[in-house]
């Protein structure tokens, strides 16, 4: 993998250090993506309109992403060689946060036994492997300002 960057000392920064590194920085970007997406439901503007709020309602959508990635490390774990970032966010956000909604029907006692099951269907969350690309991307012509010439038609 070539990555282009502007890191030009080549002892301070290895080549496999900025690769490894370009890796993870995609991944924190994915999981950017999850919060806007799944949990803020796709709503770019938060509902809080004071500063101390905004930053609270953040620190809420960070702990409850927290949470779900943590209970999908469990869930992974119940599958040897199954890692969190292979299973779906969406699907396991959604099956966590019914489990959630769920459980004040439930006597106490029963909780632990729901989770458990919940950790059990990990297979029905892993998502397929990624695939490599059939064509290379390509730059796609622009558009033109002007309408095309249709053919007329001539009528008799």
Known sequence: MNILTSLTDPMGFPQADIVDLYSDRW?????YREMKQTLLNSH??????????IAQEL?????????LRYQMVKMAQKKPGIYAKRLSFTTCAISIINLIHT????NAGRIPKS????????EHHILPTKRERAYP???KPKPSKYPNK???SVVN
Not at 44 to 53: I, V
Not at 59 to 67: C, F, I, K, Q
Not at 115 to 122: A, D, F, K, N
């Open 27 to 31: 991944e924190i970007e994915l999981g």
């Open 59 to 67: 620190w809420g959508v960070m702990l409850s992403y927290n949470l």
């Open 115 to 122: 989770i458990e099951q919940l950790q059990e269907q990990v």
């Open 103 to 106: 459980m004040f029907i439930e």
């Open 150 to 152: 249709k053919s007329q």
């Open 44 to 53: 770019f503007t938060l509902r809080s309109k004071k500063p101390e709020m």
């Open 137 to 139: 991307r390509g730059v």
